[in-house]
């Protein structure tokens, strides 16, 4: 039968990493963003390459965001396990003390 351990501090300090790099990705990419746009407006232009190139970027870009929401949904899935478990404990040690109580 298998085990089940939980620390409570453990999944808190990974799941703030996890909320923290997606916090810290975000901006980044938007900002690359930026940057690759300001890039094929006035760096590297090409009448049919550059607006090619802005298209891929950017659907690139969309997929990175959709990719770090995944960091969060992590974090919040980590969170949630753990407060599911908590308050499992709690019911279980609660249905203890009242079947302990009626004997």
Do not use: C, H, W
Request: proline letters at 3%.
């Amino acid at each position: 039968m298998p085990n089940i351990s939980l620390d409570y501090e453990q999944i808190d300090t990974v799941s703030g990493k996890l909320d923290s790099a997606n916090e810290n990705i975000v901006p980044m990419l938007n900002q690359l963003l930026t940057d690759v746009n300001g890039l094929l407006d006035n760096g590297l232009v090409f009448e049919q390459s550059s607006p090619a190139l802005r298209e891929s970027y950017q659907k690139f870009n969309t997929a990175l965001l959709q990719a770090v929401q995944g960091i969060k949904d992590f974090a919040s899935q980590f969170r949630g396990i753990k407060d599911s478990m908590s308050q499992n404990d709690a019911d279980m040690a609660q249905k203890i003390r009242d079947a302990a109580n009626k004997g």
